[in-house]
């Protein structure tokens, strides 16, 4: 590939996303690179490291952008890409030993608190849920508990849905001392506002499915780790367990990922906008938004992120006779421009009332509506969301 590790840790990531996986520069070569439609490669001899010898153990096409994402997320190591970020997710969760003890976040992607319950309930780990926002309660569930310290962090910061700030270093520091791997999902931040590597994690994690890939068209996970033996790990779980990408939707995430500083730069200015206007509206409880300087996590959050994210989260008041969660309803039911549909980091602005799905934790209010924030113009999202708010009480 065209931009060595060197190179690209000389760059801005604003660079690093267009110019990373780029093939060689030859006279007459493609300026993008190819998809590889190949379930096996020509070979005569015994299978050696790094023969690619079959398609589930790789393809040139998941190269690209396994390269680009270790180089934005600053690993000493390409990336590996998965069928989906629940795929991803687990491989990491597979890196705890049997019986091992799993600090996780109470609020986080539910996609993975449901895996790491189920992987509880059959009495593969031991599950310990906390809120990652009070670092005192985490490091007391890192800590042994009838003898049993934890064997892995996870770390999501900011959480989904409800935007707690984990202070990254201090835990990741406190879980390295107990002996446990750190694993951080970084799905909501992104790579351009937030590197967990550098605050301590040993492996990061992404939905591509969400900003990396960033047009709502692809499924697809991600993870990233300086440490030779993890990546080790990983990649052979991978392979074993065949969670493995399909070339047209690896090809079709790099090409996302050429926008992703011009995108996040658009969305999280209108996030920022939106939130506090959304702030002063009579219809809403309470807003969560790291950049508000009110937020609980604001100053935490400005310590290690360069920005704030797209995303915020609203809590709606009842209104003209309905509950809240009935009121929340009605806000989503009456909106325009705004998608109502599940996910988030696409181009198009998402909103949805969280606990309108089963898997999300009971702690998560009933009238939280999450908005993920596209690249739309603010104004139209603003007026969209005003005249449905100020409906309400009608």
Same mark, same amino acid.
């Given at each position: 590939?065209?931009?060595?590790?060197?190179?690209?840790?000389?760059?801005?990531?604003?660079?690093?996303?267009?110019?990373?996986g780029?093939p060689?520069?030859?006279?007459?070569?493609?300026?993008?690179?190819?998809?590889?439609l190949?379930?096996?490669?020509?070979?005569?001899?015994?299978?050696d490291?790094?023969?690619?010898?079959?398609?589930r153990?790789?393809?040139?096409?998941?190269?690209?952008?396994?390269e680009?994402l270790?180089?934005? &997320?600053?690993?000493?190591?390409?990336?590996?890409?998965?069928?989906?970020?629940l795929?991803?997710?687990?491989?990491? !969760?597979?890196?705890?030993?049997?019986?091992?003890?799993l600090?996780?976040?109470?609020?986080?992607?539910? %996609?993975s608190?449901?895996?790491?319950a189920?992987?509880?309930e059959? %009495?593969?780990?031991?599950l310990?849920?906390?809120? =990652?926002?009070?670092?005192?309660?985490?490091? #007391?569930? =890192?800590?042994?508990?009838?003898?049993?310290?934890?064997?892995?962090?996870?770390?999501?910061?900011?959480?989904?849905?409800? !935007?707690? =700030?984990a202070?990254?270093?201090?835990?990741?520091?406190?879980?390295?001392? #107990?002996?446990?791997?750190?694993?951080?999902?970084?799905?909501?931040?992104?790579?351009?506002?937030?590197?967990?590597?550098?605050?301590?994690s040993?492996?990061?994690?992404?939905?591509?499915t969400?900003?990396?890939?960033?047009?709502?068209?692809?499924?697809?996970?991600?993870?990233?780790t300086?440490?030779?033996?993890?990546?080790?790990?990983?990649?052979?779980?991978?392979i074993i367990?065949?969670?493995i990408?399909?070339p047209?939707?690896a090809?079709l995430?790099?090409?996302?990922?050429?926008?992703?500083?011009?995108?996040?730069?658009?969305?999280?200015a209108?996030?920022?906008?939106?939130?506090?206007?959304?702030?002063?509206?009579?219809?809403? &409880?309470s807003?969560?938004?790291?950049?508000?300087?009110?937020?609980?996590?604001?100053d935490?959050?400005?310590?290690?992120?360069?920005?704030?994210g797209? =995303?915020?989260?609203v809590?709606?008041?009842?209104?003209?006779?309905?509950?809240?969660p009935?009121?929340?309803?009605?806000?989503?039911?009456?909106?325009? !421009?705004w998608?109502?549909?599940?996910s988030?980091?696409?181009?198009e602005?998402?909103?949805?009332?969280?606990?309108r799905?089963?898997?999300?934790?009971?702690?998560?209010? &009933?009238?939280?509506?999450?908005?993920?924030v596209?690249?739309?113009?603010?104004?139209?999202l603003?007026?969209?969301?005003?005249?449905?708010?100020?409906?309400?009480?009608?």
């Amino acid at each position: 590939m065209s931009l060595s590790d060197q190179h690209a840790a000389s760059l801005s990531a604003e660079t690093v996303v267009v110019a990373a996986g780029r093939p060689p520069r030859e006279h007459d070569a493609p300026v993008n690179p190819p998809i590889v439609l190949s379930s096996t490669y020509f070979g005569t001899g015994a299978l050696d490291d790094g023969d690619r010898g079959y398609g589930r153990y790789s393809n040139p096409t998941w190269d690209p952008f396994e390269e680009a994402l270790g180089q934005l &997320e600053g690993a000493a190591l390409p990336g590996l890409l998965y069928s989906s970020g629940l795929a991803a997710v687990s491989s990491a !969760l597979s890196l705890i030993p049997n019986g091992g003890v799993l600090v996780m976040p109470s609020h986080s992607y539910s %996609g993975s608190l449901v895996m790491a319950a189920e992987l509880a309930e059959k %009495g593969l780990l031991e599950l310990r849920t906390v809120d =990652i926002a009070d670092t005192e309660a985490v490091r #007391a569930q =890192i800590a042994p508990r009838n003898g049993k310290a934890a064997d892995m962090l996870w770390l999501e910061s900011p959480t989904n849905p409800m !935007l707690g =700030i984990a202070d990254i270093r201090a835990l990741t520091q406190a879980a390295h001392d #107990a002996g446990a791997v750190v694993v951080t999902d970084n799905t909501f931040s992104t790579p351009l506002v937030q590197q967990p590597l550098s605050l301590g994690s040993d492996v990061v994690l992404h939905s591509v499915t969400k900003y990396l890939a960033g047009h709502s068209d692809v499924v697809l996970g991600a993870l990233v780790t300086s440490d030779a033996k993890l990546r080790e790990t990983l990649l052979h779980h991978r392979i074993i367990h065949g969670g493995i990408a399909g070339p047209f939707e690896a090809w079709l995430a790099l090409r996302g990922l050429r926008t992703l500083a011009l995108r996040i730069e658009r969305s999280q200015a209108s996030a920022a906008v939106l939130a506090e206007r959304l702030s002063a509206h009579p219809a809403l &409880e309470s807003v969560r938004y790291p950049g508000l300087v009110s937020d609980p996590g604001h100053d935490l959050a400005k310590s290690q992120m360069t920005g704030f994210g797209s =995303i915020l989260c609203v809590q709606v008041a009842a209104a003209g006779g309905l509950s809240a969660p009935e009121t929340a309803d009605k806000l989503v039911r009456a909106l325009n !421009l705004w998608l109502p549909a599940t996910s988030l980091g696409g181009v198009e602005s998402l909103i949805e009332r969280r606990r309108r799905h089963a898997a999300e934790p009971v702690s998560v209010p &009933e009238n939280l509506v999450r908005l993920s924030v596209g690249i739309e113009h603010v104004e139209d999202l603003w007026a969209d969301l005003k005249q449905a708010l100020d409906a309400l009480d009608r």
